[in-house]
């Protein structure tokens, strides 16, 4: 990868088109979905790319298929079997495909893939660089780096949760924060045997949540979260759900705490010649705390938006608040009715897995693959979610 600073350290402005802040998936996305057409893309980032980013690590197919990529080059595992446990009562559920239902990636290696494949298509990145301050212009916007003035007709701020441009152009905190703690455990060859194809979640261990076991390569992803913030202490839930699995002490150990945002940003539309993607939208799918899915396709969304809007104020933010509501925030209504009955309704969500635990986990599998959604599920005639009528 090119270091591109050097480019912008000068008393004048480095003039950009779009310019991204953040290299995950939803600016790489954005970045992808804009090359090629001579447009001047800039991504701006805080760090060196490839860089350690914490998360599970596990890609959806849902999330695979948006990228016109191949990923075989970074996958770790793929996972062809779900199984969904529950405890108290004791209940165990297992799904199977024929295609990877969740595809095991290390997050650096990933991001490093579709950033480094934005900037085949022309988009160049800016390493090292921090955003210091946002300045709406009449058409444009102005960024004040550690690396020197940037000016673009449009930003994407894709920079998560903790995003500086939603803190420089006065948006609302974000609502709906879920705190997770992810650890990468390094076991004895022999011992990674029964964790090798599947993607395994527990309820009924975390208060208001879940925890989960990701088979990497070498090692696994094990975590724990909870819905509600400050009210479990992750890491003696997390020492606990090692007891469960039987695992014990691990050779080797890495814990990494992270937030997940999964509510919609207030005000996410009201910045000017700003487009919010990914976590800094606050657009994670709150029944997984999974955010990769919408970082891409709200990354997408904003691009083309812009494309289609031809860098008009008006027409881009019509355009990306559009097809936002129309591909992902009815979705997310729908899936926090879900989340509620699985995080705040524990008796509820236990009858409801004594009857239709297998149902419920096929269900998600067909979500989480692609094959249908949430709100499909919840309008259709021959819907997957009838029987919650019927747990009483």
Known sequence: MKNSTENSV????????????????????????????????????????PRHKTCGGGVLRRAAALLPLDLSAVVERECHAAEL???????????????????????DRFDHLLIDAAEKKGAQIFPNTTVLDVSPEEDGARLTTSAGQF??????????????????????????????????????????????????????????????????????????????????????YYRRYLDLLGIGEPLREERHGYIIPCRPRAGVFGARRVLFVGDAAGLAD????????????????????????????????????????????????????????????????????TRHGQRLTELIARIVTGETSYAAAVTRPANYLKFFRRTG
Not at 88 to 105: A, E, Q, S, Y
Not at 187 to 209: H, I, N, Q, S, Y
Not at 313 to 336: F, S
Request: proline residues 6%.
């Open 286 to 353: 709150p029944v997984l705390a999974e955010g990769i899915t919408a970082g891409i396709l709200s990354g997408q969304l904003a691009a083309r938006a812009i494309l289609a809007g031809d860098f008009s104020e008006t027409a881009v933010k019509r355009h990306y608040r559009a097809a936002l509501r129309r591909e992902w925030l009815g979705e997310l209504r729908v899936a926090r009715r879900l989340a509620w009955l699985l995080y705040d309704c524990p008796r509820l969500r236990a009858r409801l897995l």
């Open 10 to 49: 000068s008393d004048s402005s480095t003039e950009l088109d779009v310019a991204i802040v953040g290299a995950g998936p939803a600016g790489a996305a954005a970045a992808l979905a804009l090359g090629g057409r001579g447009l001047r893309i800039g991504v701006i980032e805080k760090g060196v790319p």
């Open 151 to 236: 000016r673009a007709r449009f930003v994407i701020a894709a920079d998560g949760a903790n995003s500086v441009v939603a803190r420089k152009t006065g948006r609302p905190e974000l609502r709906g924060i879920v705190p997770a703690l992810e650890c990468e455990v390094t076991l004895a060859p022999e011992a990674m045997a029964a964790w090798r194809d599947t993607a395994r979640f527990d309820f009924g261990v975390v208060p208001a949540g879940y925890a989960w076991v990701f088979p990497k390569r070498n090692h696994l992803s094990i975590g724990v979260l909870t819905t509600r913030r400050g009210a479990a202490n992750l890491p003696e």
């Open 85 to 107: 446990v529950h405890h108290g009562p004791h209940l165990r559920f297992r799904c199977d495909r024929d295609r990877p239902i969740v595809t095991m990636v290390m997050r």
